[in-house]
C-alpha cells in the first residue's frame, strides 16, 4: 500500500502536466538552493517520493497468471555447419488473472531435456511493457525457442524417431517490475515439426 489518503496534498494527481511539474520543481530549487543542506534533503525526498507513485499491491503471479493457447513442438531452423538442426519451441498466451494491471511483464522460457536438470537454452521474453496487461486480458502470442537442438544428415522428421533422441520441455517463469522469477507452468515439447 502507497500510504496515500483522499485528500493528501502530496499524492499524485491522475493526470498531471509535465510543464507545470518542471516550474515548480525549478521554484522549488531556486529556493532550497539558498538553505545550506537542503539540496541532499530535497534530492532524498524526491528518490522516495518516486518510489512510492509506483508503489501498489504485489501481485502472486503463480496465482495470477494463466498460459493459454499454448503450442509446441521443434522448429527447423534450417542447415547449420551442412546439418539440419532443429530446436524445441514453444508458442502461447498470458492472461492476467489478477484484479491489478501488470506493467514490465516479462517471461523467461528454460528448455530442459526430459528427466534432465542442465538448462539446454533458455529464451526471455518481454509480454508487455510500460503499457501494462489489464486484469482479465491476455497477451498476444509468445513465442520462445531454444538456440540449443539436434544437428543430423537424416531428414528432420527422421531426426524425431532416431533412437538416441530425448525428448525436451519448457519451463515458463514470469516477472514484472521489480518481482524476482516466479515459476507458472511446465509443458512437454511435442515430438512435431513445426509449432503448430
Known amino acids: 500500500m502507497c500510504g496515500c489518503s483522499e485528500g493528501d496534498p502530496f499524492a499524485a494527481p491522475a493526470v498531471i502536466s509535465t510543464t507545470r511539474v518542471h516550474r515548480a520543481l525549478d521554484g522549488l530549487r531556486q529556493r532550497v ?7 541532499r534533503v530535497l534530492s532524498m525526498l524526491v528518490v522516495v517520493g518516486a518510489v ?4 501498489g499491491p504485489t501481485v502472486d503471479l503463480k496465482q495470477a497468471l494463466t498460459i493459454t493457447d499454448v503450442a509446441t513442438g521443434w522448429h527447423d531452423v534450417g542447415v547449420v555447419d551442412g546439418k539440419n538442426k532443429i530446436v524445441p519451441a514453444i508458442n502461447f498466451k498470458v492472461r492476467n488473472g489478477s484484479d ?8 523467461n522460457v528454460v528448455f530442459r531435456r526430459k528427466d534432465e536438470t542442465d538448462e539446454w537454452g533458455s529464451s526471455y521474453v518481454r509480454v508487455v511493457g510500460s503499457e501494462g496487461l489489464a486484469p482479465g486480458a491476455t497477451s498476444e502470442v509468445i513465442r520462445a525457442r531454444s ?49 503448430r
Do not use: N
Open 52 to 55: 512510492s507513485v509506483g508503489c
Open 100 to 107: 491489478q494491471e501488470l506493467a514490465s511483464l516479462y517471461v
Open 147 to 195: 538456440e540449443k537442438g539436434y544437428t543430423g544428415e537424416e531428414a528432420r522428421a527422421d531426426m524425431l524417431k532416431h533412437r538416441l533422441f530425448i525428448d525436451a520441455k519448457a519451463e515458463i517463469s514470469a516477472k514484472y517490475a521489480s518481482v524476482q522469477l516466479t515459476r507458472i507452468a511446465d509443458f512437454p515439447i511435442t515430438r512435431q515439426l513445426d509449432v
Open 33 to 39: 538552493a539558498r538553505i545550506p543542506g537542503m539540496t
